[in-house]
Nanobody
Framework: QVELVESGGGLVQAGGSLRLSCAFS????????MAWFRQVPGEERGFVAG????????YYTDSAKGRFTISRTNAKNTVYLQMNSLKPEDTAVYYC?????????????????RGQGTQVTVSS
């Protein structure tokens, strides 16, 4: 059974940066495609960024391109989301997800494993 534990959320001023981490355990991390989703109260969870396990290709939602960077360190079983130039509209609960598929998915339900989430709040 895969366990995902997010950390690194918090309160930051607009224009600031945060780095989210997601610790993976229970399976071979290097064989999982990883992604980050986020959810604002009253809205559905939306794809933010993802990284495929075979190709290493990365994918971003339009609002994240140029500001966020997803990366992974297989030796540490950890995926990261570096978030720069944060805006108040980035305020959300951020979730780490994992799936053994080799291809990225933009759909929350297609990931087999999900973390509990970490709150990111960006003040104006």
């Amino acid at each position: 059974q895969v366990e995902l534990v997010e950390s690194g959320g918090g309160l930051v001023q607009a224009g600031g940066s945060l780095r989210l981490s997601c610790a993976f355990s229970g399976r071979t991390f290097s064989r999982y495609t990883m992604a980050w989703f986020r959810q604002v109260p009253g809205e559905e969870r939306g794809f933010v960024a993802g990284i495929e396990w075979i190709s290493g290709s990365t994918y971003y939602t339009d609002s994240a391109k140029g500001r966020f960077t997803i990366s992974r360190t297989n030796a540490k079983n950890t995926v990261y989301l570096q978030m720069n130039s944060l805006k108040p509209e980035d305020t959300a609960v951020y979730y780490c997800v994992a799936d053994s598929t080799s291809r990225i998915s933009y759909v929350w339900d297609e990931y087999d494993y999900r973390g509990q989430g970490t709150q990111v709040t960006v003040s104006s």
